[in-house]
């Protein structure tokens, strides 16, 4: 089992910045790919980035350049950095880890981009 808790989210005025984070526990050799998804209401949840475990990282389109996914092993936490904030990036922020195919998630954090 995996354990993650993620934190960092709040209000923040539009063109702001807000860096999350989610800290794993547990068992956690053999985690192939971290990423964060996030869900707006009345919308499916989406990828917004993931980072395997070579290193390379992917991004959806709409967060290209002004979000950006990192990890510190050391600490067993993934970031998610978030700058230059839109009303539209408003969502349920989820962690979320895949170990030898079985995929675990966080509880959610809220971002709310408002002014």
């Known amino acids: 089992q995996v354990q993650l808790v993620e934190t960092g989210g709040g209000l923040v005025q539009p063109g702001g910045s807000l860096r999350l984070s989610c800290a794993a526990s547990?068992?956690?050799?053999?985690?192939?790919?971290m990423g964060w998804y996030r869900q707006a209401p009345g919308k499916q949840r989406e990828l917004v980035a993931n980072?395997?475990?070579?290193?390379?990282?992917n991004y959806a389109d709409s967060v290209k350049g002004r979000f950006t996914i990192s990890r510190d092993n050391a600490k067993n936490t993934l970031y998610l950095q978030m700058n230059s904030l839109k009303p539209e990036d408003t969502a349920v922020y989820y962690c979320n880890v895949v170990k030898f195919g079985s995929a675990y998630w966080g509880q959610g954090t809220q971002v709310t981009v408002s002014s």
């Open positions: 980072i395997i475990s070579g290193g390379s990282t």
């Open positions: 547990g068992s956690i050799f053999g985690i192939s790919r």
